[in-house]
Antibody
Framework: EVQLLESGGGLVQPGGSLRLSCAAS????????MSWVRQAPGKGLEWVSAITASGGTTNHADSVKGRFTISRDNSRNTLFLQMNSLTAEDTAVYYC???????????????WGQGTLVTVSS | QSVLTQPPSVSGAPGQRVTISCTGSSSNIGAGYDVHWYQQLPGTAPKLLIY???NRPSGVPDRFSGSKSGTLASLAISGLQAEDEADYYCQSSDSSLRSRVFGGGTKLTVL
């Protein structure tokens, strides 16, 4: 059974930093591209960042480019999101998401974690 | 403002059929990118409902179906049940943004 367990969320002041982690199990982590998707309170889903299976290629939404960095450690089956220069607009539940297959391209998200809440406030 | 446009809400009585539209443009749905649909029950993570426009993952009832034509995709739910009350999101990819994009979401109310 696929399991994705996010951690690292919490309350942070504007301008601060936070590092999210997503511990994966139940599948061959190094074979699947991964993403972070966020959802502001009462709002819709927003794709944030993606990384290929090998970690060699990353992509970020314009709203976080230059501030957020996605990475992975395939030896530890863990996905990361380093978030810097946080603003109130970054307040959201952050989900770790696994693509449904390894066929490449923009595959849909077949599995999601339960999410971790990030609150940016003074 | 989402790249993909969905109606904010739809409703229907138990047993009825409802459809949720997802309107894109020539840089996403109209460019041939596949559309996927997710169901988000209250307080839970999203769940993949339809992938590659028309396909259902195993375990998803055949009451749920998807279609795509031009710049428009649709999700149809037949034989509405109370448990279908949720938020539904379409998702595709955009060549201009070079990223995945979501619709704004549609809240389904079962009357």
């Amino acid at each position: 059974e696929v399991q994705l367990l996010e951690s690292g969320g919490g309350l942070v002041q504007p301008g601060g930093s936070l590092r999210l982690s997503c511990a994966a199990s139940g599948f061959i982590f190094s074979s699947y591209a991964m993403s972070w998707v966020r959802q502001a309170p009462g709002k819709g889903l927003e794709w944030v960042s993606a990384i290929t299976a090998s970690g060699g290629t990353t992509n970020h939404a314009d709203s976080v480019k230059g501030r957020f960095t996605i990475s992975r450690d395939n030896s530890r089956n863990t996905l990361f999101l380093q978030m810097n220069s946080l603003t109130a607009e970054d307040t959201a539940v952050y989900y770790c998401a696994k693509v449904m297959d390894t066929s490449g391209g923009y595959r849909p998200f077949g599995d999601w974690g339960q999410g971790t809440l990030v609150t940016v406030s003074s | 403002q989402s790249v993909l446009t969905q109606p904010p809400s739809v409703s229907g009585a138990p047993g009825q059929r409802v459809t949720i539209s997802c309107t894109g443009s020539s840089s996403n749905i109209g460019a041939g990118y596949d559309v996927h649909w997710y169901q988000q029950l209250p307080g839970t993570a999203p769940k993949l409902l339809i992938y590659d426009n028309t396909n259902r993952p195993s375990g998803v009832p055949d009451r749920f179906s998807g279609s795509k034509s031009g710049t428009l995709a649709s999700l149809a739910i037949s034989g509405l049940q109370a448990e279908d009350e949720a938020d539904y999101y379409c998702q595709s990819s955009d060549s201009s943004l070079r990223s995945r994009v979501f619709g704004g979401g549609t809240k389904l109310t079962v009357l």
